[in-house]
């Protein structure tokens, strides 16, 4: 009877064979790249798309050892958070699964965070509570978001903690006027005296020059103290101005936010100032306010509301108050046009028509449209302003077309961008031709590892830099590859900068620090080409 069984068993197997297994799985360790011990408690996550696209995951156990069982076949990047720890830079990795197999070679490093700690005084050696500390990379932009941010307490003290290792700036930044809001304050010492305390953003050790700033290098696991800074007092002035919307005895909406902001700088010691109308006056008043050139602007109404309005003015700011400063808001235009298919070719599809400040710092767009099936666009409500114009596809695929020119009116668009102002706004034609340049790129860190999730950017040598729509973009694959399609012909520089790196496009001095990773490249029409890059350091 027991062999009986023995040979039905082995019958029905040969029935029902086993299938082949359909995923795989992959096995490593997560290490201290400074000791070289396992690092517990690790997430790792498997993820084929972007950040935020969900993923695989897991955790690392007290060796430092993790598995990822049943993956579906495919080429995946691998993520990693810890808290106190950080990537080695150079370390992302890719891993590729197959089916039955077990990827078993995955070793991933992180080092230690550091933390910057200090004090910050007045001018009269007191400590200072609120003072806003931030940790820059030292090739940090304006617009990147600070490595580190602190906020001092009531002795004045801070620390600034998960930084990774690198090189940084410390700035400080005060502004007493904050706990005060809407508070008319008088002015100290003499009755005739308008001068008032102003404190404006000092780098470590002490200065109000960012290119003077101090350089410091931070090391894994480092506790870094001392970094104490003393603020520095200066004359501030008033800047004093009315909002007025329509005749001049209709009152003013209420709660309308009215900015100060300085521009032309890439690190301003001066500071923003907002104020919020709060009477029918539509007044509005800025104290100490350092010297330099500023935008004053207001913006009346919703961004999608009918009765949108703004208005925006540039000033000179000196020693001396500013009175009689008078915003009145525009009305928007509605902007239309059309984009011209290459001869013998029908409009892309998922086409879209994006308006975009000229000024360098500056958000506020104009809008958006998308291109019908004719190529005819309406842009509803625009603010006055100066615009770039951008053309950009919601499906993401492939197409060689490329702009030839953007005209409006008898105004070469391309060169001198989109100027909306309170007279008629001239149509604007989009013109494609086909037979655009290629580049098929390939990012890698130091060690020759592909770099995910990096942005290419396809920049114009001069003169052409300032044509906002012939830049080039696309974004890394798992792989570290990916490609830009319709490249008008011309000289360009390529840059590979990683994920979460911010370069102010507007500004033709952002790229020059990074013009040793980039690569220079001259496309005729319908010329491709492979590029290689280094991805650009993130510090």
Same mark, same amino acid.
């Given at each position: 009877?027991?062999?009986?069984?023995?040979?039905?068993?082995?019958?029905?197997?040969?029935?029902?064979?086993?299938?082949?297994?359909?995923?795989?799985?992959?096995? @490593?360790?997560?290490?201290? +790249?400074?000791?070289?011990?396992?690092?517990?408690?690790?997430?790792?996550?498997?993820?084929?798309?972007?950040?935020?696209?969900?993923?695989?995951?897991?955790?690392?156990?007290?060796?430092?050892?993790?598995?990822?069982?049943?993956?579906?076949?495919?080429?995946?990047?691998?993520?990693?958070?810890?808290?106190?720890?950080?990537?080695?830079?150079?370390? /992302?990795?890719?891993?590729?699964?197959?089916?039955?197999?077990?990827?078993?070679?995955?070793?991933?490093?992180?080092?230690? %965070?550091?933390?910057?700690?200090?004090?910050?005084?007045?001018?009269? @050696? =007191?400590?200072?509570?609120?003072?806003?500390?931030?940790?820059?990379?030292?090739?940090?932009?304006?617009?990147?978001?600070?490595?580190?941010?602190?906020?001092?307490? +009531?002795?004045?003290?801070?620390?600034?903690?998960?930084?990774?290792?690198?090189?940084?700036?410390?700035?400080? %930044?005060?502004? $007493?006027?904050?706990?005060?809001?809407?508070?008319?304050?008088?002015? %100290?010492?003499?009755?005739?005296?308008?001068?008032?305390?102003?404190?404006?953003?000092?780098?470590?050790?002490?200065?109000?020059?960012?290119?003077?700033?101090?350089?410091?290098?931070?090391?894994?696991?480092?506790?870094?103290? @001392?970094?104490?800074?003393?603020?520095?007092?200066?004359?501030?002035?008033?800047?004093?101005?009315?909002?007025?919307?329509?005749?001049a005895t209709t009152p003013a909406p209420l709660f309308q936010m009215v900015t100060l902001t300085p521009v032309?700088?890439?690190?301003?010691?001066?500071?923003?100032?907002?104020?919020?109308?709060?009477?029918?006056?539509?007044?509005? !008043?800025?104290?100490?306010?350092?010297?330099?050139?500023?935008?004053?602007?207001?913006?009346?109404?919703?961004?999608?509301?009918?009765?949108?309005?703004?208005?925006?003015?540039?000033? !000179?700011?000196?020693?001396?108050?500013?009175?009689?400063?008078?915003?009145?808001? @525009?009305?928007?235009?509605?902007?239309?046009?059309?984009?011209?298919? $290459?001869?013998?070719?029908?409009?892309?599809?998922?086409?879209?028509?994006?308006?975009?400040?000229?000024?360098?710092? =500056?958000?506020?767009?104009?809008?958006?449209?998308?291109?019908?099936?004719?190529?005819?666009?309406? &842009?509803?409500?625009?603010?006055?302003?100066?615009?770039?114009?951008?053309?950009?596809?919601?499906?993401?695929?492939?197409?060689?077309?490329?702009?030839?020119?953007?005209? &409006?009116?008898?105004?070469?668009?391309?060169?001198?961008?989109?100027?909306?102002?309170?007279?008629?706004?001239?149509?604007?034609?989009?013109?494609?031709?086909?037979?655009?340049?290629?580049?098929?790129?390939?990012?890698?860190?130091?060690?020759? +590892?592909?770099?995910?999730?990096?942005?290419?950017?396809?920049?114009?040598?001069?003169?052409?830099?300032?044509?906002?729509?012939?830049?080039?973009?696309?974004?890394?694959?798992?792989?570290?590859?990916?490609?830009?399609?319709?490249?008008?012909?011309?000289?360009?520089?390529?840059?590979?900068?990683?994920?979460?790196?911010?370069?102010?496009?507007?500004?033709?001095?952002?790229?020059?620090?990074?013009?040793?990773? /980039?690569?220079?490249?001259?496309?005729? !029409?319908?010329?491709?080409?492979?590029?290689?890059?280094?991805?650009?350091?993130?510090?």
């Open positions: 009877m027991r062999i009986w069984l023995l040979t039905a068993v082995a019958l029905a197997a040969q029935e029902h064979p086993a299938e082949p297994p359909k995923t795989g799985t992959v096995t @490593g360790i997560v290490i201290d +790249d400074k000791s070289g011990d396992g690092v517990p408690k690790a997430v790792i996550i498997l993820r084929q798309g972007q950040q935020g696209d969900g993923g695989i995951g897991t955790t690392t156990g007290l060796d430092g050892k993790f598995a990822l069982r049943e993956v579906n076949p495919g080429t995946y990047a691998l993520a990693i958070d810890r808290d106190g720890y950080v990537a080695a830079r150079g370390n /992302s990795q890719t891993v590729t699964v197959q089916a039955g197999q077990t990827s078993s070679d995955v070793k991933l490093k992180l080092l230690r %965070t550091a933390a910057i700690s200090g004090r910050i005084l007045d001018p009269d @050696g =007191d400590p200072v509570s609120g003072v806003s500390v931030n940790v820059s990379a030292a090739r940090a932009r304006k617009d990147a978001r600070p490595t580190g941010y602190a906020t001092t307490n +009531d002795r004045g003290e801070y620390r600034a903690f998960q930084i990774a290792p690198g090189e940084y700036r410390l700035s400080v %930044t005060y502004n $007493p006027r904050g706990r005060l809001e809407g508070v008319h304050m008088q002015p %100290t010492g003499k009755a005739d005296s308008t001068a008032g305390e102003a404190y404006p953003t000092l780098y470590y050790p002490g200065t109000m020059d960012a290119r003077q700033a101090a350089v410091v290098k931070v090391e894994p696991g480092a506790d870094l103290q @001392g970094f104490d800074l003393q603020l520095v007092r200066m004359h501030g002035v008033r800047v004093r101005g009315r909002v007025i919307t329509g005749a032309g700088q890439r690190d301003p010691p001066a500071q923003s100032h907002d104020f919020l109308i709060r009477d029918r006056k539509g007044e509005f !008043e800025f104290q100490d306010v350092l010297p330099g050139t500023y935008r004053v602007q207001v913006q009346v109404g919703g961004f999608n509301e009918p009765n949108r309005t703004s208005a925006r003015q540039t000033l !000179e700011i000196g020693v001396s108050d500013v009175e009689g400063i008078v915003l009145t808001p @525009g009305q928007p235009r509605n902007l239309s046009g059309r984009v011209i298919p $290459p001869e013998g070719r029908k409009v892309p599809p998922g086409l879209m028509v994006v308006l975009g400040s000229r000024e360098a710092g =500056d958000t506020q767009g104009g809008g958006f449209a998308q291109v019908g099936a004719d190529g005819a666009f309406t &842009m509803p409500q625009v603010a006055p302003n100066d615009y770039d114009l951008l053309l950009g596809s919601t499906t993401g695929g492939e197409d060689d077309a490329y702009i030839q020119a953007i005209r &409006m009116g008898d105004t070469d668009a391309l060169a001198e961008g989109v100027h909306v102002g309170e007279g008629p706004v001239a149509p604007i034609e989009i013109i494609l031709k086909g037979n655009g340049g290629t580049a098929e790129c390939v990012v890698t860190d130091d060690s020759s +590892d592909p770099v995910p999730g990096a942005t290419v950017l396809l920049v114009p040598d001069q003169p052409r830099q300032r044509q906002a729509a012939l830049f080039g973009e696309c974004r890394t694959r798992p792989d570290g590859t990916c490609k830009v399609t319709g490249i008008t012909p011309g000289e360009y520089h390529v840059y590979a900068f990683p994920d979460g790196m911010q370069i102010e496009r507007r500004d033709p001095d952002a790229f020059k620090p990074f013009e040793k990773y /980039s690569e220079g490249l001259k496309f005729a !029409e319908g010329e491709r080409k492979e590029v290689s890059l280094k991805a650009a350091p993130a510090e």
